[in-house]
């Protein structure tokens, strides 16, 4: 039997975009860090000592957790991965357009198979996390 929030999950673009993303490519890794050290090379020196990219990993998870959930629960975890980033270094520009980094890259992964739903989707969990996680 399906809970509420499972079934929440299973009807929503910005998962099923994910999920398309991971059949397509795998590992979107690559792709979005690609991306942020193209707009921001000033990031890719705090990574470093990331030669595994683990820490990269890690870092992407907590993304994906955070929009899988809509920002209800994990917009403060935002607010103080935001303090964070402050302490390392990342420019407040690079953090503030990570997720829309994560959704451009996605979306240019999925190309056709991209859907309004998706765009609206994502538009939509991007302004919930920003309104949880204020700068």
């Keep these: 039997r399906r809970t509420a929030c499972a079934a929440a999950v299973m009807n929503d673009a910005v998962a099923e975009s994910l999920e398309l993303l991971a059949e397509r490519v795998g590992d979107p890794k690559p ?10 090379p000033e990031t890719e020196a705090l990574f470093v000592m990331d030669k595994g990219g683990h820490v990269r990993g890690q870092m992407l998870s907590m993304v994906f957790e955070a929009l899988l959930d809509g920002g209800e629960r994990l917009g403060g975890l ?4 935001r303090m964070n980033h ?3 270094g990342v420019p407040d520009e690079a953090f503030d357009n990570f997720y829309a980094l994560v ?3 996605v979306r240019d992964a999925l190309g056709d198979a ?20 204020p700068a």
């Design 114 to 133: 991209w859907t309004e739903a998706m765009e609206a989707g994502w538009r939509a969990r991007l302004a919930a996390l920003s309104a949880a996680a």
């Design 86 to 88: 402050m302490g390392y």
């Design 103 to 105: 959704m451009e890259t």
């Design 31 to 40: 792709m979005i860090y690609a991306r942020l050290f193209e707009r921001h």
């Design 78 to 81: 935002v607010g103080i991965e």
